[in-house]
Structure formats: C-alpha cells, structure tokens
C-alpha cells in the first residue's frame, strides 16, 4: 500500500509545489529587491511545519511518534480535558484537532517532536533528493527505528506526496504484523512458563545446596580452627624438629579452607545470577499473559458477533421471506448508521429494510455534506457507528448532536455486518450494550 484510501488535500490551490510557491511569493517583489539563487535554495530548503502537513497524516503522525504519557501532559495546555480522567482516545482526538486547526497547540506538539527527534532530523537532513530521503526511511525501518524517521521524513524540505504517501502505507502494513504476532505470543508464553518453573524448581535445589555447603563449611572451619590451635599448642611444646612439620601441615589445612571458601563464593554468584535471571523471565511472563488477556477478550467478542450473524444466517434459511428474528427489534424504527463501508452498508440497508425498520446511511462527510446528518439525528430512533470507519470530526459532531436531541448512539467494534448484527441481539434481548467499543484497530479512513 503506497498510498492511503481517501482523497489527499492538494498540496496548493492551482497545483503548484511548495517550491514553485514559494518561488513566486519570493518573485513578487520589486526587481531591484530580486532574490539571490541562494534566498531561493534556502527558501526552499525550510522543513514543513506540523500544520502545514496534509490533515489526513496528522493522526498517523500523534499517534506513532508522541506517547499517551507526553500528550497527557500536553493537551490539557490548550484544551479542557482532564489530564487525570480523559481516556486515551480523547488524548488522542484532542491532540490530532489541535494540529489540524494550527495555532499555539500545534507549534507545542512541533516543538516536542523537534526536541525529541533533534537526532533523527541531522541525519535526515543529509538527504538531497528523494531517492536519499527513502534509503534512509528503508535503513530506519529495517533497524526498527520507526517514529524517529517518521518525523524526520514527514516534514523534510524534500519529501513529496509520493514520498510520503509510501512510509504512510508502510507504517499502516506494521500494524497488521501485530495482530498475526499474537499467537506466537501466545505459544511463547506457555514455553516461558514451564521453563520459569523449571527455573523455580533448580533456584531451590541450589539454595539447598547452598545451605548444606555452608554448614559444612562451618563445621570444617571449626573442626581445622581447634586442630590448628591443638596443633599450635604442641608445636609449642615439641622440639624444633617437629615444629616444621607441623607448619606445613597448618599451611595444608589453611589451603584446604581457602578451596572451600573459593567454592561457597562460586556458588553464591550462580544463584544470584539464577534469581536475576528468574526476576527476567517473569517480568517477560506478566507482559505476554496481559497480551494473552486481552486477544481472548477480543476473540470473545468476535465469536459473540459470529454467533449472531449465524443466528441470523439460520433464521432466514429456516423461515424464508419472513422478518429477520435477530433484526425484530428495529421493525417500525428509524437507524441512522454514520461511516462504515459501501459493501456493508449495502447489506445492512437490505437486513433492516426486511425487518420492517428504515435505515440511513451517512458516510461522515467523504461524499455526503456533514450538514445532513446533523439534519438527519433528530428524527432518528437510535444511532450507531463504526468506530474503525468514522473520522474524529464526524464522531465528536455525531455525539454533541444525539446528547442535544436525546437520541441513544451505539458505537460498533467494525464496520462488519456481524459487528451490527450482534448490537441488535444484545438491544432486542434487553441486554446493555457495551458503553465503548472494545480496541479495534488505529486504522481509520479518514485520519489512516
């Protein structure tokens, strides 16, 4: 993917580059005042400024090279959020609004990222052409440097719309790989916990050991102390002769204790280091068990939603022609569905329609006007929206105006047709829908 799937913004009104513009706005003084080639080649050489990107890359661009941490502290400068209380998704929405609409919020977020990235931006900036430029994104992506390059490429003098438009697709297709790396996660894990109760089971055995030895080591240390003192008092008494015999013997036993004294040392270093690496490995355990949790929540859900597309599925080969038992709940109701996909929301028209409801269909501003649905909510019965298929703008419009009509809003895991099918399930057998839909992914077709 080299490029993302919706309309980008022309980089100017008559389809001039940023060079030629800037040329003529240099061009337009007084021939006496003419630029130098050089004013021209500095001019040209500016970095883009986080406003002036593109307004469809400014989510990909909050979201992979700022943390939920820096922009908690951040956003709440320039908007009402609660640093405490916001959800990371209101972090995220407030953030990529205050870059779109410019102003102090967004030159606070182009300082942070300069400050962080300082490296990245020297080393980019050796680039002269864009072939340079996507040798050192290749070189980035390859040592796993991503946000860093991201930056840097983004706002380089020489990135063009086909430059970045092909990090924007490679960035997209890395977070598909976390998905599939989920189950070797997985098989990981339970390895890692058989060899952690391994670990435990020999930590033990050494330490037992370790006891032993040092009580041993504490008897023989006992033993040679009263045979050397035996001994000393002996020598004192016993002709020079034997004294001699006796000193070596008392350097034998002293070289026996330092042995004893050279393996207790040995073995304490091998336990430590067993622990240090026990302490390892279930830090490594705790992370991959929380992944493990959260891909069983999001396989529950997923099969909650197969099951009641298949429900569906069997209601209508059993009873042909008649209204949809899992749909009852819409007959005579008015659904206004907000984003979504055109091969979905063809279907789901057709479902509703079968079961005797009205559905309409807003795309959230990419063909339609957004002054229809703000239109269209007041006489709706109910709304709902993909969260995955829905830009922030239409999403922060859609539920000012449904809390200002009371109109009850749903927001939906996927655009799917399972994903809707499931919802009316849980509404018709007076089941509480989910308050906000379960993690999906940070793909979007407005915002990428």
């Known amino acids: 993917m080299h490029a993302p799937p919706f309309r980008l913004a022309q980089t100017s009104r008559a389809g001039r580059s940023d060079d030629d513009a800037t040329g003529s706005r240099l061009r337009a003084t007084d021939a006496c005042c003419a630029p130098s080639a050089e ?20 989510c990909s661009v909050i979201g992979t090279c700022l943390s939920t941490h820096e922009l908690r502290k951040l956003v709440p400068r320039f908007t009402d959020l609660d640093r405490q209380h916001a959800s990371d998704l209101e972090i995220h929405h407030a953030a990529v609004e205050l870059a779109i609409a410019g102003g102090p919020g967004s030159k606070a977020l182009h300082k942070a990222l300069d400050e962080r990235y300082a490296g990245a931006i020297r080393r980019f900036d050796q680039a002269r052409d864009e072939d340079a430029l996507l040798a050192l994104w290749n070189e980035s992506l390859k040592n796993g440097d991503i946000p860093p390059a991201y930056w840097a490429l983004m706002t380089h003098p020489y990135a063009t719309m086909p430059v970045r438009q092909a990090a924007f697709g490679e960035l997209h297709m890395l977070s598909h790989l976390v998905g ?33 030895i040092s009580a041993q080591r504490d008897t023989v240390i006992e033993q040679l102390t009263e045979q050397v003192v035996r001994l000393t008092a002996q020598a004192s008494r016993q002709p020079s002769a034997d ?34 690496r026990l302490q390892q490995e279930q830090g490594t355990v705790d992370a991959l068990r929380e992944s493990r949790d959260h891909a069983l929540s999001l396989l ?117 047709v399972a994903s809707f099918i499931d919802l009316m399930t849980r509404l018709q057998t007076g089941g509480t829908a989910p308050e906000s839909a379960p993690r999906a992914s940070a793909f979007c077709l407005r915002h990428g």
């Open 300 to 416: 529950r859900v997923v099969q909650s939603e197969c099951q009641a597309l298949e429900r569906a599925t069997l209601d209508a080969l059993d009873q042909p022609g008649a209204r949809r038992a899992q749909l009852a709940g819409v007959q005579g109701k008015r659904v206004v569905y907000v984003g979504g996909r055109p091969g979905s929301n063809a279907a789901l028209k057709a479902l509703v329609s079968s079961a005797g409801g009205e559905f309409i269909v807003h795309d959230g501003g990419l063909e339609d006007r957004k002054g229809l649905l703000a239109a269209a909510l007041p006489g709706a019965d109910f709304v709902v929206f993909p969260v995955d298929c829905i830009d922030h703008d239409s999403m922060n419009m859609l539920k000012r105006v449904c809390e200002r009509h009371q109109v009850e809003y749903y927001p939906l895991r996927t655009a799917s």
């Open 180 to 212: 599939a790396a989920n189950r070797a996660d997985i098989r990981r894990l339970v390895a890692l916990e058989e060899e952690n109760a391994a670990l435990r089971d020999k930590v033990e055995r050494q330490q037992n050991r370790l006891r032993e």
């Open 39 to 58: 004013q021209l080649t500095q001019a040209r050489r500016r970095r883009a400024r986080l406003a002036e990107l593109d307004p469809h890359l400014h």
């Open 243 to 276: 004294t001699a015999a006796l000193t070596d013997e008392v350097q034998a036993l002293q070289r026996k204790l330092t042995e004893a004294d050279q393996r207790v040392a040995l073995h304490t270093s091998r336990r430590e280091a067993a622990e240090q």
